[in-house]
């Protein structure tokens, strides 16, 4: 579908619509927020209506992330053309969030994150639609972390019972299980609870309760238990991590790719509209390599294939892995060079809740001082000014740091020790002092009462 807003309008609405949130009235003069999706923006081609609200989104983007849209899409039902597709027993807030989360920052603006207020609507439309790997996981994650208290246990649990949660209902069951018996009827509201489940709750009590008894008789029991477990569960992660291997996603076309990067002699198959849509650089080059009508090459020289590989992946949602220290380098390199803001500000914020080691702080300050990342670098010099002088010389060399950082980072531990040694120096005179008089005054003792310093404390004790 056609849009009529210039490029410009289309940005400005969307960050208006991601952090303003302003409002407008319906044909009943009911009050709604306006969003990012309520108006056409960015070569939109479909429409979904939710409760008489309108989410302007385009079919790729739901095909790439959504299984049932793409079957929807490529089917012979009239959905599959239609401009308007209505989405009845939705909540129009939920979808919103929904839509947010499959379409990220790059290009909403604004973050979503899954909470413990939102958690069950993501879970339902993840499930239902589904999508597992960005969105569903997410929300495992989310309830395995939450802690569980009485408060919320039974919430949790519920959620962990409907989508066969495993390890979140199994931790449930193991707060309830240590519940006296009196926390525990108010907390499942036994009365209410048919038999069966009434049964297990029970059990479980008993069960913790004759542990605590099998400890008594063999101390040695549980240790041995929960040794033998931690090198099963060790046993099994490595396992998985053997088993698990890298897939190259890219390598045959796939859902409508239209063009092809060429690195290294590889090609990447991937979407002119999603390249367009998160790099400036991307589109000015598709608008100058494609002036003959057969042309779906681009060759990028001088790039690494397996580096390329990493960055195409942070722009497809679904496709999306952790950024961690060893991929940060080059992300931070390629979407600073192609000027994707989604991925360079992930990098960012990465480096920012990123532990500041001896091990990895060297390598983080050299990223803030390339990408101007002012806090990290105030953040990795509070962590060197406690550093010894062999591990800063050991770790920065490594790094090549330029040479304004390192006399900045050495000053820094230098004012640090001169302070150090400002404020410790009087207390250790003092503990000299005092040393000094209570040796003179020991000796006195001594030559006055025949007394060791040990034998007048016994004598003074007794007194």
Avoid at 10 to 18: C, D, I, M, N
Avoid at 40 to 49: K, S, T
Wanted: glycine residues 4%; contains cysteine.
């Amino acid at each position: 579908m056609a849009s009529s807003v210039t490029e410009e309008e289309t940005v400005g609405k969307v960050e208006r619509g991601a952090s303003d949130e302003p409002t407008v009235q319906d044909d009943q003069g009911k009050e709604k927020v306006k969003h990012c999706f309520s108006e056409p923006w960015r070569d939109v081609d479909v429409i979904l209506v939710v409760e008489d609200e309108k989410f302007h989104v385009h079919r790729q983007i739901l095909s790439l992330n959504l299984p049932v849209f793409r079957a929807m899409f490529k089917s012979e039902f009239k959905e599959a053309s239609s401009i308007e597709i209505p989405l009845p027993g939705k909540k129009a807030d939920g979808m919103l969030d929904f839509l947010m989360k499959i379409y990220g920052p790059q290009y909403t603006k604004k973050e979503v994150e899954i909470t413990m207020e939102n958690v069950e609507q993501f879970l339902q439309l993840s499930d239902e639609y589904p999508v597992t790997e960005h969105i569903f996981k997410s929300c495992m994650k989310i309830l395995e972390e939450e802690p569980k208290t009485k408060e919320n246990v039974m919430e949790i649990l519920a959620l962990a019972e409907l989508y066969e949660l495993n390890k979140v209902r199994q931790d449930c069951n193991e707060l309830l299980s240590g519940m006296k018996i009196k926390t525990l009827a108010e907390t499942v509201q036994l009365v209410n609870v048919e038999k069966g489940r009434l049964q297990h709750f029970l059990t479980q009590r008993i069960e913790v309760l004759e542990g605590y008894l099998d400890e008594f008789e063999n101390p040695f029991k549980m240790a041995s238990c929960k040794q033998s477990s931690a090198n099963d569960e060790g046993t099994e992660t490595v396992q998985e991590a053997r088993e698990e291997k890298v897939k190259h996603c890219f390598s045959e076309p796939w859902e409508d790719s239209d063009v092809i990067l060429v690195v290294e002699d590889e090609m990447f198959h991937v979407h002119r509209l999603i390249l367009s849509m998160n790099s400036p650089v991307f589109k000015t080059t598709f608008i100058s390599a494609f002036k003959e009508p057969s042309s779906n090459e681009i060759s990028l020289p001088g790039k690494k294939a397996d580096k390329v590989l990493d960055f195409l992946k942070q722009l497809h949602v679904e496709k999306r892995e952790e950024i961690t220290m060893n991929n940060v380098e080059h992300l931070f390199k390629l979407s600073d060079e192609y000027r994707v803001k989604g991925i360079f500000n992930q990098c960012v914020k990465f480096l920012e809740t990123e532990p500041k080691s001896e091990r990895s702080v060297m390598k983080i300050l050299k990223l803030a001082d390339l990408y101007k990342v002012e806090n990290v670098r105030q953040d990795c010099f509070n962590t060197i000014k406690e550093m010894r002088l062999q591990s800063i010389l050991e770790n920065y060399e490594d790094e090549g740091l330029n040479k304004e950082t390192v006399i900045k980072m050495l000053s820094r531990r230098i004012q640090r020790l001169e302070k150090f040694l400002d404020d410790v120096y009087p207390q250790f005179q003092g503990v000299i002092i005092f040393m000094s008089v209570s040796f003179t005054n020991s000796c006195n003792l001594k030559m006055a009462t025949g007394l060791s310093v040990t034998d007048y404390k016994v004598f003074a004790l007794v007194k």
